[in-house]
């Protein structure tokens, strides 16, 4: 019984763990819709999270481009398709690239970040401070942090989008051989607006997801240096990992017949 035992053990961990983060994101999330809320904090976050991003999630977005360009003209070339290759770019770009390279990169910036803080806060104890003095952590801690993801995801994938179709022009114009007016009139013909807002929509989820795991591993970590340290490491994976998981979902919303 062992064996049984065991797999027994690891689900009920795994469904209390499942049932803690529920929690924590409903009381997080219910704290952003009411008052009081701390405009100075929320736009600290902003500009930490969606100003201080950009030189990352630009240089993400230049070459994920310049890539997609490069790799979709090996295969096309084969059959012949070689006009489908903006098309391609800017659906691509638009829909999953864009939305899902900016999230992971800035999970594994900002949800890093955010648990870090928050997990330094709560060994020091002044998380306990902050209860001492009548001020509610989740909305001095957690809930600018969830707004300020939210907010801050859609405009950094649109950045990485433009960008990104831009490293596709580049390529394709400069070493692909491509008209750059054809190129941009196929671009815009074939770009539709249902894939900017799958992609946003992707992008706010994302910023929520991160949000939430950084604050919720930091809220809970562990007392000394290793607490903090892991509590770190499990937001940036835990968060990466909910990325992929809700991609799939929120494409299956848009796009399943």
């Given at each position: 019984?062992?064996?049984?035992?065991?797999?027994?053990?690891?689900f009920l961990a795994f469904m209390a763990a499942t049932g803690r983060v529920i929690l924590f994101s409903i009381i997080g999330i219910s704290h952003c819709v009411r008052p009081p809320l701390y405009p100075r904090l929320i736009i600290r976050q902003m500009l930490d999270i969606g100003y201080?991003?950009?030189?990352v999630v630009g240089m993400t977005g230049l070459f994920a481009g310049m890539v997609l360009a490069l790799q979709s003209y090996t295969g096309f070339s084969r059959f012949g398709a070689d006009s489908a290759i903006p098309t391609v770019v800017v659906i691509s770009i638009t829909r999953e690239l864009g939305p899902v390279l900016t999230g992971l990169m800035v999970a594994g910036r900002i949800g890093a970040?955010?648990?870090a803080e928050i997990g330094t806060m709560r060994v020091t104890e002044q998380i306990d401070a902050l209860t001492t003095l009548s001020t509610n952590p989740f909305k001095y801690l957690v809930a600018p942090r969830i707004i300020a993801g939210v907010t801050m995801l859609p405009l950094l994938v649109l950045v990485a989008d433009t960008i990104g179709v831009l490293g596709g022009y580049l390529v394709g114009v400069n070493k692909l051989g491509f008209n750059g007016a054809t190129y941009l009139a196929n671009t815009w013909e074939n770009l539709e607006a249902l894939d900017v807002i799958s992609g946003l929509t992707k992008a706010a989820a994302f910023g929520t997801i991160i949000a939430l795991m950084g604050c919720y591993h930091g809220y809970n970590s562990q007392r000394g240096a290793q607490g903090v340290g892991t509590a770190t490491t499990n937001a940036v994976v835990s968060a990466s990992i909910l990325i992929l998981i809700a991609n799939y979902f929120i494409t299956e919303l848009f796009f399943a017949k």
């Open positions: 019984m062992n064996p049984i035992a065991l797999i027994g053990r690891v201080y991003s950009l030189p970040s955010m648990a």
